[in-house]
């Protein structure tokens, strides 16, 4: 298989990724300089066992959920993990870095994928253990703090799914590890101060909303370290706002006004309080832990109630998404860590004051309880999933031209489902999208959105070596450009059965209600296949 290229790749892109791995290098010796410092203690043997037992169980739980719900916009913000060459966005690049590393390095995509996303799950899992014992709370409550991270549906979902906010997540959890460790010893241990830069400037090239989770993290710390923090948000909004001036053709929000904030924070908080897959009684137990949950310094409980309340707010009005696998359940990972480590020192509190662990016992058979409640839940296939599978079994040879279903026919492109397709290829060969201007090669894919060849390229319908691709998401105006044209016929397909179902995945088995993973879900099924067009004409433009 071609390794990865950075031939195509502008000056400004390889800058801002040298600028993400300096900063993954600089944490990860100051991380190693710390340890071996030991802040003049030795390392506790019990609590390395510990977090690696929690690691282990985190990887392999991550087989149940094969691939995760595989959305559009993971394949398509971090094409790294799939493509053959960087594209020309720079944002997210604090996450899209060691992915370069890797893929460079020679990985497949699907190892760089699998590696990718176990090791973010299995940072945020050990990261709220760590933060926890750092915090001074016991290793029994270290542990389910960790837990109730690991277990979570959502988590579970999204630890094998190319997104965004689950490394993010991991990112911000290990930035609070320096800030309550300086606080309890009263300074800053050797390497806590260059940890803590280095995690802020990744942090802050993440995700959009990042950085302010990081000032207030920073606000939480002592001095030496919050000087720290404070150098690397800097450091890392620069390089943010260069980029975001350097990138063209980046989407741009609707106005947000104060009647959508309030009717979209009102409606559209599936993925928090749907409890097929979010255990939400834990969230009222982590506001217990605000008011008492004294292991945890008051200024972190603080930075923590306030990051949350601002993302009650934003997620809705930025991210409002109708399905709870697919929406907030997504964006709510962030809030996962602080919320099992409130909720678990709310526990520790009412522990030391009955001098009984009545509440560790209790929070334990509740998670214990979920868990057996949500896992057979968390195995029902997604469309998406089995797309992939038909995908990847089906695939033609590489060295053609296939041609997507995507979201421009009928509206304003928003999905990018070429990507998918191009992620669900690159398992057999790499994949790269295309648009018009074609170079084949013969051991890799061509990938062009249908809706871009109809407007632009009609003429590469009649093609010979294309294929088009008709998966789950095909709105009707491609259908009506394409039979129009003279129509497909098929060349393989199948009748795929899904459980959950996505709004802006597959339209064929929209009626008009969401269709949840969990109590209320429904099996749905709908054909995909492969085609050859029929052309009698060549269209000029797309319909709509």
Avoid at 100 to 112: D, E, F, I, K, Y
Wanted: net charge neutral.
């Amino acid at each position: 298989m071609p390794p990865f290229s950075l031939s195509t790749a502008t000056p400004q892109w390889l800058a801002v990724c040298a600028i993400a791995l300096a900063g993954w290098g600089v944490a990860a010796g100051a991380a190693v300089r710390w340890w071996r410092s030991g802040a003049g203690e030795p390392r506790p043997a019990g609590d390395l066992a510990l977090a690696a037992l929690l690691a282990a169980t985190t990887a392999s739980l991550g087989a149940l959920v094969p691939d995760g719900p595989l959305s559009f916009s993971g394949v398509a913000r971090l094409p790294e993990a799939w493509a053959t060459q960087p594209d020309s966005i720079l944002a997210f690049m604090g996450l899209r870095a060691p992915l370069v590393a890797m893929r460079t390095l020679g990985l497949s995509p699907t190892a760089a994928t699998h590696l990718f996303t176990r090791a973010a799950a299995v940072a945020d899992v050990v990261g709220v253990f760590a933060v926890a014992r750092a915090a001074g709370l016991a290793r029994p409550y270290a542990v389910l703090a960790a837990l109730v991270v690991c277990l979570w549906p959502a988590h579970l979902r999204f630890a094998v799914e190319l997104g965004e906010t689950l490394p993010t997540a991991a990112l911000l959890t290990w930035l609070a590890l320096p800030v309550v460790a300086s606080r309890r010893e009263d300074g800053a241990p050797e390497g806590f101060g260059a940890l803590a830069a280095a995690l802020a400037l990744l942090a802050s090239i993440s995700r959009p909303e990042t950085p302010a989770f990081v000032a207030l993290l920073a606000i939480a710390a002592a001095p030496r370290t919050r000087r720290s923090v404070i150098a690397g948000l800097t450091l890392g909004v620069v390089v943010r706002g260069a980029a975001s001036a350097l990138t063209v053709g980046a989407p741009q929000h609707a106005a947000v006004t104060i009647g959508r904030v309030l009717s979209n924070a009102r409606s559209a908080q599936f993925g928090l309080l749907e409890s097929s897959i979010a255990p939400w009684p834990w969230y009222v137990v982590a506001l217990a832990g605000v008011l008492i949950g004294s292991a945890v310094p008051r200024p972190l409980r603080a930075a923590w109630s306030a990051a949350a309340a601002g993302l009650l707010v934003a997620f809705p009005v930025f991210g409002y998404e109708y399905n709870p696998v697919w929406g907030q359940s997504r964006y709510y990972l962030l809030l996962l860590p602080m919320t099992a480590l409130l909720a678990v020192a709310a526990l520790s509190r009412l522990d030391a004051s009955a001098k009984r662990p009545f509440a560790l016992t209790a929070g334990a058979v509740a998670l214990v309880g979920y868990t057996a409640y949500a896992l057979p839940l968390l195995t029902l296939p997604m469309d998406l999933q089995v797309e992939r599978a038909f995908i990847a079994a089906s695939a033609p040879p590489p060295g053609g031209i296939v041609i997507a279903y995507d979201g421009g026919c009928d509206t304003e492109r928003h999905f990018p489902a070429e990507s998918l397709v191009a992620a669900a290829l690159s398992a057999g060969a790499p994949a790269r999208l295309d648009y018009c201007e074609l170079a084949l090669a013969a051991d890799q894919y061509t990938v062009l959105p249908l809706s871009h060849v109809l407007r632009y390229c009609p003429a590469t319908l009649s093609r010979p070596d294309v294929l088009v691709y008709r998966g789950g998401y095909a709105p009707t105006g491609c259908d009506d450009a394409l039979y129009a044209a003279g129509g497909l016929e098929e060349v393989v397909g199948a009748d795929l059965v899904a459980h959950a179902v996505s709004p802006i995945s597959t339209t064929a088995c929209r009626d008009g209600a969401w269709d949840y993973v969990g109590r209320a879900h429904r099996a749905c099924q709908y054909r995909v296949g492969w085609y050859r067009t029929v052309v009698r004409f060549v269209p000029t433009e797309t319909p709509g």
